[in-house]
């Protein structure tokens, strides 16, 4: 099984690939990311937890991945995660609560 920090990697390599041989749509769509998650009413940390409860509420472990790092770079707690994370398991029921398991090896793999 993967750490998240291959996790990372691999969403890197494939990303640049589609960059690479896709770059208007690939290009749209971070730029479209970079806009949501920048401050304005919410801030990156909500903002990133909030994505992160979507990644475990749409089973996305490389959304999990991905925004577990960069809602603790944010300034997020684990048990901010955490709590974020069992709202996700109240509106997306059991499947969900089985991606807490990949919020909660992201958060030891990332965690200073």
């Known amino acids: 099984m993967e750490n998240s920090q291959e996790k ?11 960059s690479e041989k ?3 749509e690939t290009g749209s769509f971070m730029s479209f990311l970079r806009r949501v998650i920048s401050e304005k009413a919410l801030d990156t940390k ?4 909030i994505a992160m ?4 509420a749409t089973g996305c472990e490389w959304c999990i991945v991905f925004h577990t790092k960069n809602a603790l770079q944010a ?4 048990d901010e995660l ?3 994370g069992f709202v996700a398991v109240m509106m997306a029921g059991g499947p969900a609560l089985m991606h ?4 909660m090896k992201a958060i030891e793999d990332f965690k200073q």
């Not at 409860?53 to 475990?56: D, K, N, R, V, Y």
């Not at 807490?100 to 919020?103: H, K, R, T, V």
């Open 100 to 103: 807490l398991i990949p919020l």
């Open 75 to 78: 300034g997020a707690t684990p």
């Open 82 to 84: 955490i709590e974020a």
């Open 8 to 18: 990372l990697e691999e969403i890197e390599k494939y990303l640049k690939a589609l």
């Open 22 to 24: 896709y770059p208007q």
């Open 53 to 56: 409860a979507l990644g475990i």
């Open 46 to 49: 909500t903002k990133e937890l």
